[in-house]
């Protein structure tokens, strides 16, 4: 008997342990041209976005324009904050500015349905800011899984300065709760075996 509680143990303490990886999935890229050649990589809990052709004003045929990055995460345990970094890659110039909205939902794990809406962040960019802003969403409730929209509606109308707004990196960070170490779980179960072999004596 004690030993099947120790096997049991040692499989929930190697459970725990692989239970931190986030799952990122359903990546949505709009609009063009400003989406265009947009990609991600990630690992672990962290997801990087790189926009190439996100850019208004003199550089390029367009003078506004809006770019939207949605995507799901899975944590597989309670996700606690959205950690988020903005890299405008280069100096707003001139008349240009960058807008940046993120909203997490909760995401229901099975269907795939948007439930209530958790936390949200906004900042603006100008000519007078610097180039990168970094931030934390504290989400309303825990949930496993989350839906997540980021928004930049970057414009520069034309005037007699260099007139410039772009946006080439987003780094996001997913926060999950604390979960026991696996050398504290194993000093609770081994105390709990010592109580259940006392009571039987």
Request: glycine residues 10%; neutral net charge.
């Amino acid at each position: 008997m004690v030993r099947t509680k120790v096997i049991a143990l040692a499989a929930l303490v190697a459970a725990v342990g692989a239970a931190h990886a986030v799952t990122f999935s359903n990546f949505v890229y709009t609009s063009s041209p400003l989406s265009d050649g947009a990609s991600q990589s990630f690992g672990g809990n962290s997801i990087s976005f790189f926009t190439p052709n996100a850019i208004v004003g003199d550089a390029s045929t367009l003078r506004s324009g809006n770019l939207s990055i949605q995507y799901d995460a899975d944590a597989g345990v309670s996700v606690v904050s959205v950690g988020v970094l903005v890299s405008l890659g280069a100096p707003v110039l001139g008349s240009g500015t960058v807008n940046f909205t993120e909203k997490v939902w909760e995401l229901d794990c099975n269907t795939g349905q948007t439930l209530g809406l958790l936390g949200s962040i906004s900042h603006s960019f100008d000519v007078n800011s610097g180039t990168v802003f970094s931030g934390n969403i504290s989400l309303s409730s825990q949930v496993k899984c989350i839906r997540v929209l980021k928004s930049f509606d970057l414009n520069a109308p034309d005037t007699n300065d260099l007139d410039i707004a772009a946006v080439a990196v987003v780094n996001q960070s997913i926060q999950t709760a604390p979960v026991p170490e696996p050398a504290t779980l194993a000093v609770l179960g081994l105390g709990g075996l010592i109580v259940s072999r006392r009571r039987r004596k």
